[in-house]
C-alpha cells in the first residue's frame, strides 16, 4: 500500500512524534476500552450522564436536574475542573488558562482574571485542580457544567464564590465534586454502567470486522498482550463480542483468547507501570481469581489478574524497547509506560476524525481568503480573534482538544511528548507493513533553524535506534604522568 | 538595527520557542552569576577543579589525584552521574542513555545493556541519578570522571561493580559521590571559591562595558530587580567591578545599586519561586542582615534578603506575566519560574556560542557533500553513525548540549519547554527595540502538517497575549425548561 | 451507693488512670458498637468468622477450610499479625515478643529467635505488622491461626519460609493477609454483617434495659451525644432495639433520638478527631444524606453525617475538657480523642469481666500457696514459668488482654496511657453520682518512692482541674540595669 | 556495699523503671557529652548562653541584650517553645498546659486559655512547638525568655500577638526563634563552643577519678563501647583529659581508648539508630577520616565515624537485650535505642540530684503538718495550690524537670516509659555488683489493685528474661476432622 497516499486517507494514517521502526517491534501490547473496543459516541456518554445524574438525584439532589441531556457538542476531553470555584478551564502546558467556563457561561478576560490572577494555575495543585483526562470523563465534564448552571440560575439557591446556600445547607463546588466522583466510583463499584453496556452491546460498542483480522496479522510477527483495568466477566464479554466470529460466519469458531499470547485483566494502570500488584491466575470456569500468587512460565490461553509491566516482560521476555504499547489514556496508558518503562507508545485518539475535518476545512477556507497585508495591527488582532473563535466553534463548544489558536492545550504537549504515534484508531496500522519504519522529521531547534535556513533538510543521522557507537577512550592531557604507585596511601 | 540580519549576527540574536512581546513587559528579572557575570571560561572551572581536587586530597584521597587538571574539553553540562555505578550519562527527556562513559572510557552498546537493561533510566530517581544541570557542574563532572579514572587504573584498588577495594577499606562510587558533594558545600560554605574569585576578579569575571549601557537603556522602559542566591558581600563586589564606572572614565561615580529597582540576595532558589523565606533589610554599612521581617513599602537602593517571588511581584506591583526573567539555571531559574509562578523566561547559554559554530561549520559541510541516493542502507547507517560521531566530537569529548545525532538532550527538552526566549548572553537584547515582538513560529503538530503540507504557511492566530475573547452564553438543549421551582426539594 | 463496695461489686467499678471529676462533665459523648451496643459473645464473633470463611471459599479458597469454626477460647485482643512469616504475636508497649503461635502451634524460645532476632519487632512498620485492636477483629484473628494451620498440615502444599507453595501457585502469608482484609471490606462494604445482625437482633445483641435509663439520667446533668462509624440505617435499627421502649411497656414512646441532644453517623473515627470530613444533615424520612454541608444551629432530633470533633465541640458548645467520651476502641476512639483533642475518655473492656474473675481467682491461690523462701533460684524461675503459663490458660488460650506474667501487653500500656477511665461497661457509671469525682492515686515515680517509703501516703497536691495558679512575675537578676532607649538601635 | 543502704545513700542509687539483670548484659554502651563527661553548671549553661547571646548581637540584635546574663534558677530541662506566641510551656505527655511563661510574666489560668483553647496543646505540631530536651538546650531555652522579656519592655517597640514591630520590621516570634536556631547551628559548625571549652577544661568539665575506675571495672565483665555525635578531635581531648593518668600519677600512662572496645564518634544520633550513615575509619594521626566505608573486622583501638547501631551490634557480636546503654539524651539517646532496637536503657539525669533534695525535704515536712481532715474544700484546694506553688520554687524558676503537683511532665512520662533504669550519674552503677538484678516492683493496673487490695504483695511472675516457654500445640476442636485430601481442589 501507497503510505505517502493523498489527502483522502488522512483519517486512517498514523502519525509520527518520534520514529518507530516496527521491524524492531517484537511485542503488541493493547489496552481494551477505547482502544480495541470503540464506544458509540455520544450513546455511550449518553448513557454514563444518565446514570451519574440519576445517582446524583437519588442521594438528594433536585429532581430537576433529570430535564438535562447529554450535549455531546459541549465537553472536550483534557479540561481541568477547578474544584473551588466550579469552573472549567482549558489550559496549556504550563497552566496559563485559555477558555474558562461557569456552568454554560463563557467567562470574559477580566472575569477570569478575578479568579485566576495572572490567568495562570499551577496544575501540580492535585488537590484543587482535576484534570478530566479521559473519554470516560466526558459524561462527567458536561455534569459538572449543568450543575453550576442549574444552581446558579435557581431561585432557590443564593449564589457564593464558593457555592450554593438554600437555608442552613451550603453547597460548595467542592462537595458537588465530592458528590460527582462519588457517584463515579459507585457505578464503578456496583457494575451498573458495564451491566448496561453488556446488554445493549450492538448499542454502545463498535463491532469492527477488521479488529480480529489486524491483530491476527500482528500475531504472525509479533508477541501480542492486553492489558486492561477492566475485570475478567467485563473483558471476556466484550472481547467475545469483538473477535468471537459471528454464528452464521463460515470460519471455525475460534476463541477471542486465542488472539493473545497473554491476557492480562485488572491491571490497576497506572500502578501496573510502577511497583504493580500480586499476579493472579483467572479460573476461566468461573472467572474467580485462583488465591496465591501465579509463579511459573507463561501458559498460552491463561488469564491472569493484577502483576506488573516488568512481569509482563519477564513472561513475554521482551525489553521495553521492543514493545509498542496503544492506548487511549495519556496518562496510565501513555506517559506512564513510557516515562516509567521506557515502552514504545500509540496513543489512541478518536477525536482525532473530528480535529482532522475541521482542520482540513479551516485549510482550505484560509487558502482561499488568505492574509492580506493589512498594515492596521488592531483590524488584524480583531481578525485573528474572530478566527480563533470561529475555529473553535468547528470543534465544540469548548473548543479543540488541541488547540487554542495558536496555543497547544495541555492535552497537546503531552501527547507531543509522550506518543510516539497516534492515530483515529488502532486499525491504522492496518495501512502499514509490518516493517515499516515511522519516520519523524527532525524539528530543529530555534538557533538551528536560523543556521538551516540556507541549507535546507540537513539529513540528521537518526539514532531511533539508540545504537551507541563510541568504543575509543580518550585519555585526558594529565600533568606529568597519573600513575599511581603500590607503595603509596 | 536590522533585526532581519544576516549569518554574521547570529551569535547575538535571541532565539524564540514562545512568543514574547517586549512591549507588553513591565519588569525585568536578572540572575546573577553566569547571567550578568559571565565567568571566564576555562579559568573559572580551572579554579574549581583545582579546589575541589585539594579538598578531597587534604580529606584523605590520594595525592596522586593532584595531577589531573582542568580539561575543558571533556565535560558538557546536563550530564547525569549515577551513583551506584559511576558512569556518567548523557540522556534524552525520556531516560534513553545517548552516551556513557566511566572514568573517560566510552561503553559499547553491550555494555551500556549490562549497566541499565533496555538502555533507558528512570530519572526520576534522583537518590541515584544526579543531573548536573549548571555551569557550576563542570568541574564536579569532571571530578567524577578522574576520579573512576584513577581508581580503576591504579592498582592498589581492586574494581567491584559498586566501587574499588583496598585492604578493609570499600570505596563505593556512593561514598565517593558524597565526598564530592561535601567538598562542593565545603567551597560554598566556607566561601573560599568566592574569596579566590574575588581576589582575583579580572582572571575569572568578564567585565563587559556594555552591561550598565544595557541595564540602563532597560531602566528606561521597565522595572529592573536582581535576584540572586549569592550573599550580599559577593554581590556587591561583582556588581561594583561590573557597573561601577572605571576610576579613569569621566562619566560621575554611579552606585550598581542605582541600576536596580530592587535588589534581592540570598533567594534561594528553587525555594524563592514557591514558599520562599524570610524578607530581611541588608544593613548596606555592615553587610549583616537587619533583624525581623521587613514589612513596608519598596525603598529604592535598599538590598534585600530573601523573601519570595510573590514578595517581589506586590512590592515591584506587578504581575508574573509582566516579568521576563532572565538566568542561566534551566531548573532553578526557568523551568521553577515558570511552572509555579508563569514568568516570561529568557534562559543565558554560553555555550550556544560553541553550538552555533559547530551546527555552523557542519551545515556547510552537508551541503557541500549532500546525501546521494544510495540504496544500501547499511551504507546508510553506518554513514550516519560517523556523521553523529564526528559531529558530537566537534563539540568536545562528551559531545553536544543540546543533541545527540538526531536526539535532542534532556537539556535541550527542558530548554525547548520553559525557555521563552534563549540566547548566547542577555546582552543579545540590546540587539531588538523595546517593544520588539519576539514571534515564535507555530509548530504545527504531525497531522495539522500532513494536511497542511498542501496549503504552506497558514496564519494561525497569535494569541499569545492570551486574551480570552468569548464572551456569550451558548445553552445547552435541555428536554423540556429546565426550571427550578421554589417550592421543590 | 456505696462506692467503697466490697469484692462482690468489682465487676461494677470503674477503674481510674487519671483523675476524672465528673462535676466538670458538662457533655458525654458515646460510641455505639461495643459501646452502648454490646453484641453477643461468642455469636456474634462467631457469626463474622463463618461469613469471613464462607467468602474466602467463595474466591477459590479450599472447601475444607469450612469445617473449622469459631473458638472463642483462642484468640485474644490486641495482637499482631506478621503478614511476612504468618505468626500472631503477643507483645509489649516496646515490641518485645511475648507469645508467638504460627497456626495453633506456640513456638518455643529458639524458633522465636530464629523469627524475630533479639525477640523484638519493630511494630511502627505497619506496613508489615497489623495489630488486631479491636473487638471486630476478633473473628480475623482466629481466621489467621486457622489459615496458617490448614496449609501448613496439607499435604498438597509444600511450606516454605514465606508461605505455601501448590504448582506453580505460591500463597504467601502476605496474599493471605490480603485476602482476609479484603473479605473483610467485602463485609463491610456490601452490608451482609450488618444485614444479617439485623435480621436476628435478640441472637446478636444484648437489650439491657439499664441503658436508656442511663442516658436518661445522663441527660439530666449534662449534653449527650452519639458519634458512631456505621451508618444511619444500621445505627437507627440498633438504637432503635436497644431504646425504643417495648411495645407491651406502659411508659409512652418515646424516640431513641430524643436520648442525645446531637447523633453523627458516618464518622469515619479516627479521621473525625483530625481533619474530618464534611457534615451533612440525614433524611430522616429516606435515610440519605441531605446534599450539601449543613452550616446551621444544633436542631436536636436531627442526624448528621460526617463532621469533625471540632464541629462537634462548636454545635454543643463545649470544650474539649468538658467532654467524657466513651468507648471501645482503644485507638480510633480512646488515643486519638485524647491525643488531638484533649478529651478525657473511658474506655469500655468487656475482657475485664474475664480478666477480673482470673485475676480473683488466682490472687486467692497465690495467698495460699505463698511464695516459701526456697533459696533455690532454678526452682523458683521454673516456678515462676508454671505459674504463669497456667494463669494465661485461665485468660484463654492466647492468654490475658493486658499482662503476661509481670509485664504488660501493649494494650495494657495504651489502656494506662490514653483511658482517663476504664470498666466492664459503660452501664458501671450508673453506680456513681452524677458529680462524683474519680480520684486517682499519685503513683511516685521510683525515685520518689525510694524517698517517700519513710512517709507513706504523702498527699500530693491533686491539679486534675489544671488550675494554672502562678501570677507574679519574678523578674532575673541583671547585670545592671536592662533597659532600652529610644535612641538606639 | 549494702544496696539496702539508708536515705543517705539516695544520691547514688540506680532507679528501677523496668527490671535489668546485669548478669545477661554482655555490652555497655555510653554517650559521652553528659554522660562520661558532665560539664559544670551554671559555668557551661553561662558559656553558651553568652556566645549565643553575642551572636545575636553580632547579627544585629540591640546591644542591650548583652546586659542579660544567665540565671541557673529559672530554666527546667523539657519546656516547649511555641514558635507562634512565644511562650515557654510545661506540659503533660498529652500536650495539657501545666505553666505558661511569656517572657518572665507567668500567665495566669484565663490569659492561657485565650493562647490555648482547651489549655491544650497538639504536640505532634513540631513545625510550632519545639522541645527542648536537652541539657545543651537550657541557655537557649532561657535566651527565648530573655529575647521576650527584653522587646515587651522595650518602648521603640510595639506588642503584637504574633511578635514585635519596629518601623517596617516585623520581628515575629516565629523570626527570632529561627535566629536562635541559626545562631545554636553557628555555634556548633564553626565549633566555637567546643574550642572555648577545650580551653578551660577545668572550667568546664568535671574530672571524676572514678570514671576510669568504673570503665576498667566494666570492661573486666563485658564489651564497652562509645557513641557520641561529636567528633574525633573534641572526642579525644575530652577523654584525654578525663581518663588519661595525670602527669604526676605513679600509675602507667595508659590510652584513653584503651578502656573501649570500639569507639564511634560523628554517630548523628538518632539517625545512628536506623538508617544510620557510612562507617568510616579514622586516621588517628591526623584525626580525619580514611576515604572509603570500613568493611573489615574490629580493630582494637581504632576509632571509627558514623555508622548505625545494627552495624556496632555486628562489629561487637552482641545482639540489642545484652546492651545497656547509658545516655543523657531523652529522645536521640534513650527512645530511640528502645522503640528502634529494644536496648536496655539507663538515663543520666543530672537534675535528679536537687530532685531528690527538694523532695526529701518536702517529705519530711509534708509528714510533720500533714493534712488533717478539714471538710472545707475551698480551703483544702487553695492550701494545695500553695503548696504545689511553694514546691515548684523549691526546684527553679520553671519548677521540678519531672511534675507538676500531681501531674508528671512529659519529660518525667518518656523517662518512666523509656528508660529501664536512671540515676543522678552513670557512676552510681559503681555501687551495685556486676551481676545485680535490678528488679522492678510490679506496678498494678488499677482494677488489679482493686481486687489484691485483699491479697497485698502477690508475687507476680518476673518474665524480665523473656523466656518464652510455651511448647505445647492446642489444637482448637473442629467439626469432624478438619483434613486435606490431595484429589482436592
Redesign the interface.
Known amino acids: 500500500m501507497d503510505v505517502q497516499a493523498g489527502?483522502g486517507d488522512?483519517h486512517h494514517?498514523v502519525?509520527?512524534?518520534k520514529?518507530v521502526n516496527l521491524g524492531n517491534i517484537k511485542c503488541y501490547g493493547f489496552d481494551m476500552d477505547y482502544t480495541l473496543a470503540i464506544y458509540k459516541s455520544p450513546e455511550y456518554e449518553s448513557l454514563g450522564f444518565e446514570m451519574l445524574r440519576d445517582r446524583?438525584v437519588?442521594?438528594?439532589?433536585?429532581?430537576?436536574l433529570l430535564?438535562?441531556?447529554y450535549?455531546s457538542t459541549?465537553p472536550t476531553r483534557g479540561l481541568v475542573y477547578d474544584t473551588a470555584y466550579g469552573n472549567l478551564l482549558k489550559v496549556d502546558?504550563?497552566?496559563?488558562?485559555?477558555?474558562?467556563t461557569h456552568g454554560?457561561?463563557?467567562?470574559?478576560?477580566e472575569e477570569?482574571h478575578q479568579y485566576y490572577?495572572?490567568?495562570?494555575i499551577?496544575r501540580?495543585d492535585t488537590e484543587r485542580f482535576y484534570i478530566l483526562n479521559t473519554l470516560f470523563n466526558l459524561s462527567e465534564t458536561y455534569l459538572y457544567?449543568?450543575l453550576v448552571?442549574?444552581f446558579t440560575?435557581?431561585?432557590?439557591?443564593q449564589n457564593y464564590q464558593l457555592?450554593?446556600?438554600?437555608?442552613?445547607?451550603?453547597?460548595?463546588f467542592k462537595?458537588m465534586f465530592?458528590?460527582v466522583r462519588d457517584a463515579m466510583n459507585f457505578l464503578h463499584?456496583t457494575g451498573s454502567l458495564k451491566e448496561r453496556t453488556l446488554k445493549n452491546l450492538d448499542k454502545y460498542v463498535i463491532r469492527d470486522p477488521r479488529i480480529p483480522l489486524f491483530l491476527e496479522r500482528i500475531k504472525e510477527v509479533a508477541k501480542v498482550f492486553l492489558a486492561t483495568n477492566s475485570n475478567y466477566n467485563y473483558t471476556e464479554a466484550i472481547l467475545k463480542y469483538l473477535l468471537d466470529a459471528p454464528p452464521d460466519s463460515k470460519s471455525p469458531r475460534k476463541s477471542w483468547r486465542s488472539f493473545f499470547d497473554l491476557v492480562v485483566v485488572d491491571t490497576q494502570k497506572p500502578l501496573f507501570f510502577g511497583e504493580g500488584t500480586?499476579l493472579r491466575?483467572v479460573?476461566m470456569d468461573?472467572g474467580?481469581?485462583?488465591?496465591?500468587?501465579?509463579?511459573?512460565?507463561l501458559h498460552h490461553g491463561t488469564v491472569y489478574s493484577g502483576g506488573s509491566s516488568d512481569i509482563i516482560c519477564d513472561l513475554l521476555d521482551v525489553?521495553?524497547?521492543e514493545i509498542l504499547y496503544v492506548g487511549d489514556h495519556i496518562f496510565g496508558d501513555i506517559l506512564k509506560s513510557?516515562?516509567?518503562?521506557?515502552w514504545k507508545t500509540f496513543l489512541v485518539v478518536p477525536e482525532?476524525a473530528n480535529?482532522?475535518r475541521v482542520?482540513?476545512d479551516n485549510?482550505?477556507k484560509?487558502?482561499d481568503s488568505g492574509?492580506s497585508d493589512h498594515s492596521d495591527i488592531g483590524f488584524i488582532k480583531s481578525k485573528?480573534?474572530k478566527?480563533?473563535?470561529t475555529?473553535e466553534l468547528g470543534y465544540g463548544?469548548m473548543g479543540s482538544l488541541?488547540r487554542?489558536?495558536?496555543?497547544?492545550t495541555l492535552f497537546?504537549s503531552q501527547?507531543?511528548?509522550y506518543a510516539d504515534l497516534?492515530a483515529v484508531s488502532c486499525l491504522s496500522l492496518l495501512q502499514y507493513p509490518s516493517t515499516h519504519l515511522f519516520r519523524?522529521?527532525?524539528?530543529l531547534?530555534?538557533?538551528?533553524?536560523?543556521?538551516?535556513s540556507?541549507?535546507k533538510d540537513?539529513?540528521?543521522?537518526?539514532?531511533?535506534a539508540?545504537?551507541?557507537?563510541?568504543?575509543?577512550?580518550?585519555?585526558?592531557?594529565?600533568?606529568?604522568?597519573?600513575?599511581?604507585?603500590?607503595a603509596?596511601?
Open positions: 489527502k488522512i494514517r502519525f509520527i512524534n520514529s446524583l437519588s442521594i438528594g439532589y433536585p429532581h430537576e430535564r438535562y441531556t450535549d459541549f502546558s504550563h497552566g496559563n488558562v485559555l477558555v474558562c454554560f457561561t463563557y467567562l470574559r478576560g477570569v490572577p495572572n490567568q495562570f499551577q501540580d457544567a449543568c448552571d442549574f440560575d435557581c431561585s432557590r439557591y457555592g450554593f446556600k438554600h437555608g442552613d445547607l451550603f453547597m460548595s462537595s465530592q458528590d463499584d500480586v491466575q479460573d468461573t474467580k481469581l485462583r488465591i496465591g500468587t501465579y509463579t511459573g512460565h525489553k521495553g524497547k513510557k516515562k516509567r518503562q521506557g482525532l480535529e482532522l482542520w482540513t485549510s482550505s484560509q487558502t492574509c485573528i480573534k478566527i480563533t473563535y475555529m463548544k488541541l487554542y489558536g495558536s496555543i497547544k497537546a501527547l507531543l511528548r497516534y519523524a522529521p527532525n524539528v531547534m530555534p538557533h538551528e533553524s536560523a543556521v538551516t540556507l541549507t540537513l539529513p540528521l543521522p537518526d539514532l531511533s539508540n545504537h551507541i557507537i563510541r568504543s575509543t577512550t580518550i585519555k585526558p592531557v594529565t600533568v606529568g604522568h597519573v600513575q599511581c604507585s603500590l603509596q596511601h
